[in-house]
């Protein structure tokens, strides 16, 4: 299973650019801050599905995927901050990306508890 043939991978990659474009109207003490740590986490989902698809096994490759839906998990957290921060207007848009990113991640991982003979689909 290749990680960039993967839907979830894809989305995750794209999704890291707009943290990346949120997260630069942040005021400049929450360079090292807030806007730092979700920049971290964004980052880690599409790499930790990127290492676990490197992975000889599936339940390796399962517990990669988990920990990036942890790392989506704790970003949903830091954007609620910081939308209650008044860092960010509004976070229904990357909310639901986000949730979209964690759904296809989750669906994988049940397909390949399920499936693990056989060659995973393009989440």
């Not at 474009?21 to 599409?46: D, H, N, W, Y």
């Not at 954007?79 to 979209?100: Q, R, S, V």
Request: aromatic fraction near 8%; proline fraction near 5%.
């Amino acid at each position: 299973m290749l990680h960039k043939d993967l839907e979830c991978w894809k989305q995750s990659v794209d999704f890291v650019v707009e943290v990346y474009e949120i997260t630069k109207l942040f005021p400049k003490e929450e360079l090292f801050g807030l806007a730092q740590q979700m920049r971290r986490c964004a980052v880690s989902i599409p790499s930790n599905i990127a290492e676990g698809c490197s992975r000889k096994g599936y339940a390796e490759t399962i517990q990669f995927l988990y920990i990036a839906i942890g790392s989506a998990s704790e970003l949903e957290t830091q954007l609620i901050i910081a939308n209650k921060l008044g860092y960010i207007p509004t976070i229904d848009h990357p909310l639901e990306k986000l949730t979209a990113i964690k759904k296809m991640l989750l669906s994988l991982t049940k397909y390949l508890k399920t499936h693990k003979s056989n060659k995973p689909p393009n989440y």
